[in-house]
């Protein structure tokens, strides 16, 4: 009999970068010709927004920021080291990275022998990596094949038609898997991370993964509706196959650590606040919820509410809460991590058998 444990985390860019350029995205969306004069001016902003920013444009609350987050990966790591999984799966998004125009699935099991990436040359506005590896720096993760094949299986055995490959088309490991496994081993820049990998794409980004590339938006050329792609898969459909993947592994012979991997509400995905701070109370909602247990709360959240706060990349996560709800489990630790700066509010949970 297969055991699980749970872990909710991050895939935060942010932490690959400087402090100076950690609030990156905010500083591209202020010089964007599109924002609206009045949004430009951080007196027009909520109060905890204008503190982080202080008088040094975020540099002093990127460090705190870095130090909340990288506590959370460690605590992470060694609950993950304490299982001792056989494989770490892991739920995340591809920002047009391996998945583009010639196929887009809903969802992919990625049962690859060995994930590979070399993710310095992508970094673009967010400048060069924090610990000044050289930009052509390669990482090199073992796979899982062989629990690739049983979770496909599994799941199309129960009317989940999900896509599986055995290879990369046309970039290795997404940033969504791999800085998982990077910031729980940070101060080793993923030399000593040990546990083989089974990422499964889910396509959070859905209207916008080729219309906009799953990245920042260019507020002056806005995209009209019609242009947009397909959606993503439903909420409620990413919270079944995750209940769906728990069974199936129930029944495995390995022990497995379910990891969903991404931030919450998404600052350059909701017009709620201009594209400059996330939905910080959308995502206390959804946050109370997980801690009280209510996943039917979760399950009932319909997709429009979730892109209208910028919290497409919790598709991860509904993946994984459906998967305790099916293992009756609650977290036993938890944090949210809000700002208004950062882009993103971070989750952490840690699940146990
Ligand atoms: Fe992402």
Redesign the pocket.
Known sequence: MGEILGVGLT?YPGLVVKDEQMCGALKKTLRDPGLPEQYRDPKSWPAQMQAEWSDDQGTAAATQHRKDLLEQFKTARAAIDDFKPDFVLIWG?D?YENFQEDCVPAFCVLAYDKHEAAPFHDLGFLGNNVWDLPVDTAFSFEGHKAGGKYLATGLLEQGFDVAYAYKPLHHGLG??FLNAALFMDYDNQGSKWKHPLLPVQVNDYGRRVIAQKAGLPDLANPIPEGELDPPSPMPWRCFDLGAATARALKNSPWRVALVAS?SWSHAFLTTKNHWIYPDVEADRRLYDALVAGDYQSWRNTPLDSLEESGQQ?LMNWFCLVGAMDELGRKPDEHDLIQTYIFNSSKCFAIFRP
């Open positions: 895939h998004d920002q940033h969504a991404s990349e």
